[in-house]
């Protein structure tokens, strides 16, 4: 093999690496998964800060548990190293702006599950969310990281443009919409962007980030190499909903579950990629947190962990009927079928159909931009030629018809 094949090899090689990085990030991906899931966030900040509510002069103000000079002096370096943990709400001390302020994250927070003004509902949600986390230091718990930084991600996909009532009001005034490019950034359309495809990415790449580290702090202790970590968290009576005790007698059982838990979330980030081992680490992940959230008394957060694994998804298992009759026409499916989500179809073609799709929408655009440059240069040329008297008036009149796009 002479230095030139192995140059076209690597070469070759370096190719291929570009256009999956480029797959992977860029292909234009549809919104559905998320707008579920920017419900079930929107929903569950909802439910913390009105929790929050039921006791906030605990929480908030000078009167606080931790007091506005006790939490300002454990970001600000008093009592160790200064962070960036900064929040206006340590200044705030009146009851009443307090309660004005938390009506008003009450209020942008269910737009947000609601998926009203979903543009500015979602980073405002996020911003408020910010304020309180680095207000309540001391007080936080998994669900409040898991549901900040969903929130974070969701904020940059048009995650409202679907299952909301942005996707209504689209729809209500969509004639109007065609015209004001504000009111369109406003309502998304619901088709396939790239913003959601790097939306959907990093909040996997996150959730492998979490699970990584998790398992390797579990992997620091002993309990977890023994094989008594399930057994000492469930006969925990601290966090104890539901007595699960009886798994004592068998100490095999808590043995496996130990290790088997351990083993998952370590692997987590390797094992939940390739399509073949996908659908079981899924499925471990519900019965791992759907066991957190109905036996130790964590049920929000195992709600939202399940929730957070769902990203995984692939958006076409929730395609509407409307949206998937013409790829099922396309791909030859008899019309006796029970239903369009029992197609199977190629996730390659698939993101080619996608991309030449969302391709051939841009020029299209492009191209009605030009035409009405060009009409609004010869409307010019035709008043200009008006005011001089030269030209034919008719021909002139005829001129100053509005350009029609079929």
């Given amino acids: 093999m ?3 094949t192995v140059i076209g090899i690597l070469k070759a090689w370096v190719l291929q690496l570009v256009a999956a990085w480029d797959r992977f990030w860029f292909t234009p991906r549809y919104s559905q998964v998320l707008a579920v899931l920017r419900i079930v966030t929107g929903a569950m900040l909802f439910y913390s800060h009105l929790v929050l509510a039921m006791q906030l002069s605990d929480f908030l103000g000078d009167h606080a ?32 702006l307090l309660w ?14 609601v998926g009203f003004m979903t543009r500015v509902t979602g980073p405002a949600a996020w911003f408020l969310q910010i304020m309180y986390i680095h207000r309540l230091t001391g007080t936080l718990f998994g669900l409040d990281q898991i549901v900040t930084y969903m929130a974070m991600y969701l904020m940059l996909t048009p995650s409202g443009s679907c299952f909301s009532v942005d996707a209504w009001l689209r729809e209500r005034f969509s004639d109007r919409r065609q015209s004001n490019r504000k009111l369109a950034w406003l309502l998304p359309e619901n088709r396939p962007s790239v913003a959601a495809n790097v939306g959907t990415r990093l909040l996997q790449l996150h959730l492998c980030v979490i699970y990584l580290f998790g398992g390797l702090a579990k992997a620091r202790g002993e309990l977890w190499w023994d094989g008594t970590a399930i057994w000492f968290a469930v006969a925990n009576y601290e966090y104890q909903s539901m007595n699960m005790t009886w798994i004592g007698r068998y100490p095999h059982v808590f043995s496996a579950l130990t290790h088997l838990t351990l083993f998952w979330e370590v692997f987590y980030c390797a094992l939940v990629w390739p399509r073949l081992s996908r659908p079981l680490v899924i499925a471990i992940a519900i019965l791992v947190h759907g066991g957190i959230a109905t036996a130790l008394g964590m049920a929000t957060f195992g709600l939202m962990m399940i929730a957070a694994n769902c990203i995984f998804i692939e958006p076409k298992w929730l395609l509407l009927r409307s949206a998937s009759e013409p790829l099922a026409a396309a791909e030859g499916t008899s019309a006796q079928e029970d239903s369009v989500t029992d197609t199977q179809v190629d996730d390659a073609d698939l993101r080619q159909r996608e991309e030449k799709l969302a391709a051939d929408k841009e020029k299209l655009k492009q191209r009605v931009e030009t035409l009405k440059k060009r009409e609004r240069k010869v409307r010019r040329a035709a008043k200009k030629l008006r005011e001089q008297g030269a030209g034919n008036h008719q021909e002139l009149a005829e001129l100053d018809e509005p350009l029609e796009l079929d």
């Fill in 65 to 96: 548990w931790i007091n506005n000079t006790t939490i300002a002096q454990l970001h600000d370096g008093a009592f160790g190293t200064s962070d960036m943990g900064r929040s206006y709400l340590w200044h705030l001390s009146n009851p009443l």
């Fill in 2 to 4: 002479n230095g030139s």
């Fill in 100 to 113: 004005l302020h938390h009506a008003v994250t009450l209020s942008i927070t269910a737009a947000f599950a």
